[in-house]
């Protein structure tokens, strides 16, 4: 029982890989390094660089490891870019998806574990997110990833015998090793800590929204935690319900400034921040309900924000 990781080089790949050697699930990594480091796969990981829109690549991959599972990570990410250049979000997220997933299906591999995303969310109507909470995704990223779970619907309802899950991934921060920290300066934390670099002051965008202290909640999660879920996913999907997506947080709702501020104490920087214009698009706050992960999966987030700000701080320093 091998699982291909499609996106194993990228920052959250790496993690799942770790997470699953460590409980002998053996996998091989796809990934085209358009994003992934090579050096973040482990030397005893078997390694295929490839495009998942390359299905002669994918199949000969696929039969030379015995792959029976499919962990679908590999995608672009970044929300901003998804605006401005749509079809390249809607080719590769969503073309690629098929196109891996047709060569899956020629290749008998039936179990699919996706990589999704609290994006599907928008800006949700109420605080605290469930899986029933109605999607509406604000930007092309996360249009992709909800229309991901739907081809994975499809498939399953016209094949009975294809297995899957989605996890929603919400606010990922942290390390498992400072080699392995976020290398992409697209998300929070990583953003304050280039500002502290270049000795500028972290920008706050907006100070204003109806929170408790003006800021915008989210639900920050841990990547070895999101990695475990992974784990667990990938252990239920034999046995476990199957068609399902779970949100993967911690169930804490947590302000900018709040972050912010647990930044100051690890890093002992006491810096000031720049309030600058709301962003467009942010939703004010938002954070999981992870009961339905902890009641299917047994799993739960163990890691605090100190943790996931100390560990991301040591990898930035390690990498920069
Ligand atoms: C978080 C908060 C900003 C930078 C992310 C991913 C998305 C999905 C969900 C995976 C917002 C504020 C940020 C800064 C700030 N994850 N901020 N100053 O937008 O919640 O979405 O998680 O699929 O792909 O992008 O994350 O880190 O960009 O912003 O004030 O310098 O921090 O306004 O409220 P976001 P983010």
Same mark, same amino acid.
């Given at each position: 029982?091998?699982?291909?990781? *499609?996106?194993?080089?990228?920052?959250?790949?790496?993690?799942?890989?770790?997470?699953?050697?460590?409980?002998?699930?053996?996998?091989?990594?796809?990934?085209?390094?358009?994003?992934?480091?090579?050096?973040?796969?482990?030397?005893?990981?078997?390694?295929?660089?490839?495009?998942?829109?390359?299905?002669?690549?994918?199949?000969?991959?696929?039969?030379?490891?015995?792959?029976?599972?499919?962990?679908?990570?590999?995608?672009?990410?970044?929300?901003?870019?998804?605006?401005?250049?749509?079809?390249?979000?809607?080719?590769?997220?969503?073309?690629?998806?098929?196109?891996?997933?047709?060569?899956?299906?020629?290749?008998?591999?039936?179990?699919?574990?996706?990589?999704?995303?609290?994006?599907?969310?928008?800006?949700?109507?109420?605080?605290?997110?469930?899986?029933?909470?109605? *999607?509406?995704?604000?930007?092309?990223?996360?249009?992709?990833?909800?229309?991901?779970?739907?081809?994975?619907?499809?498939?399953?309802?016209?094949?009975?015998?294809?297995?899957?899950?989605?996890?929603?991934?919400?606010?990922?921060?942290?390390?498992?090793?400072?080699?392995?920290?976020?290398?992409?300066?697209?998300?929070?934390?990583?953003?304050?800590?280039?500002?502290?670099?270049?000795?500028?002051?972290?920008?706050?965008?907006?100070?204003?929204?109806?929170?408790?202290?003006?800021?915008?909640?989210?639900?920050?999660?841990?990547?070895?935690?999101?990695?475990?879920?992974?784990?667990?996913?990938?252990?239920?999907?034999?046995?476990?319900?199957?068609?399902?997506?779970?949100?993967?947080?911690?169930?804490?709702?947590?302000?900018?400034?709040?972050?912010?501020?647990?930044?100051?104490?690890?890093?002992?920087?006491?810096?000031?921040?720049?309030?600058?214009?709301?962003?467009?698009?942010?939703?004010?706050?938002?954070?999981?309900?992870?009961?339905?992960?902890?009641?299917?999966?047994?799993?739960?987030?163990?890691?605090?924000?100190?943790?996931?700000?100390?560990?991301?701080?040591?990898?930035?320093?390690?990498?920069?």
């Amino acid at each position: 029982m091998t699982w291909m990781l *499609t996106g194993g080089a990228g920052y959250i790949g790496a993690h799942i890989v770790r997470a699953f050697q460590e409980i002998d699930l053996p996998v091989v990594v796809l990934d085209d390094l358009s994003a992934g480091v090579r050096g973040n796969v482990p030397a005893d990981v078997p390694f295929v660089q490839a495009s998942v829109q390359d299905r002669d690549a994918v199949r000969a991959a696929m039969r030379e490891h015995g792959v029976t599972g499919l962990l679908h990570l590999a995608a672009k990410k970044a929300v901003g870019e998804s605006v401005e250049r749509p079809l390249l979000y809607w080719d590769e997220n969503v073309g690629g998806m098929v196109d891996l997933l047709q060569a899956a299906a020629d290749e008998g591999v039936e179990r699919v574990l996706f990589s999704s995303s609290a994006a599907v969310y928008g800006n949700p109507p109420v605080e605290l997110v469930t899986e029933e909470t109605p *999607t509406g995704p604000l930007s092309p990223y996360g249009g992709t990833k909800l229309v991901g779970e739907q081809v994975l619907r499809d498939l399953a309802a016209a094949d009975p015998s294809l297995r899957w899950s989605a996890l929603r991934y919400f606010n990922v921060a942290g390390a498992g090793a400072p080699a392995l920290g976020d290398r992409s300066i697209a998300n929070l934390v990583p953003m304050t800590f280039r500002a502290l670099s270049e000795s500028r002051n972290p920008q706050l965008f907006g100070d204003d929204y109806d929170t408790r202290d003006g800021s915008c909640v989210r639900d920050y999660i841990h990547v070895v935690d999101l990695a475990a879920a992974h784990a667990a996913a990938a252990k239920r999907l034999d046995e476990g319900p199957l068609g399902e997506v779970y949100n993967v947080g911690r169930g804490e709702g947590v302000t900018v400034t709040e972050v912010l501020s647990t930044v100051r104490t690890v890093t002992g920087i006491n810096f000031e921040v720049d309030v600058v214009p709301r962003r467009a698009g942010d939703p004010t706050a938002y954070y999981a309900d992870p009961s339905k992960i902890a009641d299917h999966l047994g799993w739960t987030a163990r890691l605090d924000l100190e943790a996931m700000v100390r560990s991301a701080w040591e990898g930035w320093q390690t990498q920069h």
